[in-house]
């Protein structure tokens, strides 16, 4: 399980025990759900990183890189990840 299967999985625990403990098979679901979420990471990773900038140095674009990068994974982990409001 990757390490946003991981964060699910802790989350829903601690904010939705009634709903996690209704999962029949917690480790398959949170390894698929993990795996989607490393889809839609790299994947809304290359649309907010846009197209290399004229002039862009290396370490400029290494962090225009990260930046898309966490915010990518900022966005996953809430929408994704994190249990719906009305099972907590």
Known sequence: MNEYG?????TWRML?????RQIADP???FRQLGEQAADQVV???RQLQGPDLPGETYFGKVGRI???????E???RA???TPPRELW
């Open 16 to 20: 939705a025990p009634e709903a996690f």
């Open 74 to 76: 900022e966005v996953v």
């Open 6 to 10: 991981k964060f699910a999985m802790r």
């Open 66 to 72: 990260n930046a898309a990068r966490m915010q990518a």
């Open 27 to 29: 480790e398959t679901f």
């Open 43 to 45: 994947d809304l990773t």
């Open 79 to 81: 929408e994704l990840l």
